[in-house]
Structures are given as C-alpha cells and as structure tokens.
C-alpha cells in the first residue's frame, strides 16, 4: 500500500503511522484524512498488526484540519457536513479500533489533531508538545470527539476552560490534569513509545480489543449495565486461546507466550 500523506511502517507485531506534512505541522488535509482511515481499516484486519504507535513528523504532531483546505473547500459543503462525511466515520473507526493504540505526542497537537491524540489509549509527549483546544480562536466549536473525550479524560471543569479561552498547555500541565501518561525528554520520545508499544503488541491482542471495548460502554453506563457488559467481554475473553494460555502459564510458574488469538 502507498501512501503520500501518512507514512505506514510495520516491524513485528508493530504498526507505525506517522502522519507526514511536515511543512504544515502534519495538518490534515482530505488526502490525510483518507489515508489514515485506510490504514487502521487495513491494521485493523492484519493479524500480524497486534499494536499501534501514532506519530508526526517534524517538529508538530497535528494542528488540526488543514485551514487553507477548509477556506478553499467549495461552499455547497458546510464544515457540518464535511464532519459527518469525512471526519467522523474516521474517528469512529478509532475509537472502535479493537487493538491498542499509543500516540507519542512530538509537538504541537490542537484542533482535531488534539482531537486525534485524545483518540488513542495511550499517550507520551515530548516535553517540546503542547495541546490546545484552538477551535475557538478561528471561531469554531471542538469537534471530532473533543467536546466529550476532553470532558472524559480531565472533567468538565478543566475541559471548560480549555475549550473557551484556548489556553496552551504544556505537556507537563497536561500530564498533571490527568490527559497524557508520561511527558519524557524529546530525544527519549519514540524509544520510549516504542518500547511500551512493542510490550503491548506481546499482550493478548483480543482480549486488550475486550478491554477497551469494556471502558469504553462503561463510560456512559450504569453500574448495573457495567456489570453485564463486564461479563459479555469476559465470556468472550475467556473463550480466547490467550486466556487458556495465561492461565497455564500462572499455573505453571512461567511467562505467558501470547500469540493474540
Ligand atoms: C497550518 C495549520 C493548519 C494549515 C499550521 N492548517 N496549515 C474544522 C473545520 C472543519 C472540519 C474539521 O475540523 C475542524 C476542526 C479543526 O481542526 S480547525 C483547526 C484548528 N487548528 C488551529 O486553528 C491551529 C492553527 N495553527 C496555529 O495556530 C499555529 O500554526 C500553531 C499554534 C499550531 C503552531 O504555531 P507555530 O509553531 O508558530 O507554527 P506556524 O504557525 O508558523 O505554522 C507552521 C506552518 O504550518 C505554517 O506554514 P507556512 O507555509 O504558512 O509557513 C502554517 O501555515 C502551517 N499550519 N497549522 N491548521
């Protein structure tokens, strides 16, 4: 598969996608957009894909859509309606993307590019990154999942905040309110990342799409509806050849060999 916008390196169990416009601070553009949802459609279905690590090239990780795009776009298409088509079924697709996703945050993420980092399940940022909800400084409301991922991840009080006045905050501020993992040395970002990705690609792939699958409806469940689906996930994660196999290995005194089925 080639692509122009985004690049799309495997190595062993180990998808890296990095988006790549670097001259834009990897804004995203349609061409971007259409790729990144080819590529996890096509991580999706690869077997041999057991984790991802989403990046960006150059000195930004994502200033959001790409603003000479959206001006240019011809005007029968409201930016409403470029959401619904275009944006939105893409940050369905990650958020129901079954496998771990980590996001080592290089620079800059704002806009949907915040948005995007927000998306995945882990994220490490360069002590250079920053994030802001820069919507409201081109007089737009947070879309692509930020006005309810922000609210989620650091509450309603903070999300506020950040949504109105578009403060930058720095990656040490952002890993105190809760909405990163790890802030570490930019030159340690990518081993770091990669190193914490490659672990997670050893896990039992399935069940980890379980697990997800499991916080994501408890979100906005009762206790009671959490319980039940808490026993669906397990049911199913119980029937997986990991499962057998973990148990073994903790009967046994050894290291589980995950194989992700
Ligand atoms: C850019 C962009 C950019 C194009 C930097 N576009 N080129 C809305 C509408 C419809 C549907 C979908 O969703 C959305 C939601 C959105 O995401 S709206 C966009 C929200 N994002 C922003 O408003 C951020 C705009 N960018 C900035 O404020 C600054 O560029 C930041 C703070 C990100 C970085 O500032 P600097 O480090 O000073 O870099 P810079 O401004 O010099 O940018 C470097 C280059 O990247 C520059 O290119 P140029 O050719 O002019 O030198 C920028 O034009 C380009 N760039 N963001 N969103």
Same mark, same amino acid.
């Given at each position: 598969?080639?692509?122009?916008?985004?690049?799309?390196?495997?190595?062993?169990?180990?998808?890296?996608?990095?988006?790549?416009?670097?001259?834009?601070?990897?804004?995203?553009?349609?061409?971007?957009?259409?790729?990144?949802?080819?590529?996890?459609?096509?991580?999706?279905?690869?077997?041999?894909?057991?984790?991802?690590?989403?990046?960006?090239?150059?000195?930004?990780?994502?200033?959001?859509?790409?603003?000479?795009?959206?001006?240019?776009?011809?005007?029968?298409?409201?930016?409403?309606?470029?959401?619904?088509?275009?944006?939105?079924?893409?940050?369905?697709?990650?958020?129901?993307?079954?496998?771990?996703?980590?996001?080592?945050?290089?620079?800059?993420?704002?806009?949907?590019?915040?948005?995007?980092?927000?998306?995945?399940?882990?994220?490490?940022?360069?002590?250079?990154? $920053?994030?802001?909800?820069?919507?409201?400084?081109?007089?737009?409301?947070?879309?692509?999942?930020?006005?309810?991922?922000?609210?989620?991840?650091?509450?309603?009080?903070?999300?506020?905040?950040?949504?109105?006045?578009?403060?930058?905050?720095?990656?040490?501020?952002?890993?105190?309110?809760?909405?990163?993992?790890?802030?570490?040395?930019?030159?340690?970002?990518?081993?770091?990342?990669?190193?914490?990705?490659?672990?997670?690609?050893?896990?039992?792939?399935?069940?980890?799409?379980?697990?997800?699958?499991?916080?994501?409806?408890?979100?906005?469940?009762?206790?009671?509806?959490?319980?039940? $689906?808490?026993?669906?996930?397990?049911?199913?994660?119980?029937?997986?050849?990991?499962?057998?196999?973990?148990?073994?290995?903790?009967?046994?005194?050894?290291?589980?060999?995950?194989?992700?089925?």
């Amino acid at each position: 598969m080639s692509y122009e916008t985004i690049l799309y390196e495997q190595s062993g169990g180990v998808l890296t996608i990095t988006l790549n416009r670097p001259e834009k601070l990897n804004a995203i553009n349609d061409a971007m957009l259409g790729e990144l949802k080819s590529a996890f459609k096509a991580a999706g279905r690869d077997d041999s894909i057991r984790a991802v690590l989403l990046t960006g090239a150059g000195r930004g990780f994502c200033p959001g859509q790409d603003l000479y795009e959206a001006r240019s776009r011809d005007e029968s298409m409201g930016f409403g309606e470029h959401l619904r088509t275009a944006y939105n079924p893409f940050i369905r697709r990650l958020y129901s993307f079954s496998k771990p996703i980590v996001c080592a945050v290089n620079g800059v993420a704002t806009g949907a590019g915040m948005s995007l980092a927000l998306a995945t399940d882990i994220r490490i940022a360069s002590e250079d990154a $920053y994030f802001m909800q820069a919507f409201v400084k081109v007089g737009l409301v947070p879309d692509t999942g930020s006005s309810k991922r922000l609210q989620d991840l650091i509450g309603q009080t903070r999300a506020m905040e950040l949504m109105l006045t578009g403060h930058e905050l720095s990656a040490q501020e952002a890993l105190e309110w809760g909405l990163i993992n790890q802030v570490v040395p930019h030159d340690d970002l990518m081993p770091t990342a990669l190193e914490l990705t490659e672990r997670l690609a050893q896990g039992p792939t399935k069940v980890m799409g379980y697990i997800k699958r499991a916080v994501q409806f408890s979100v906005n469940a009762s206790l009671e509806q959490a319980l039940e $689906y808490e026993a669906d996930m397990q049911e199913l994660a119980g029937r997986t050849e990991d499962s057998k196999e973990g148990i073994a290995a903790f009967i046994e005194k050894r290291d589980a060999n995950f194989t992700g089925r």
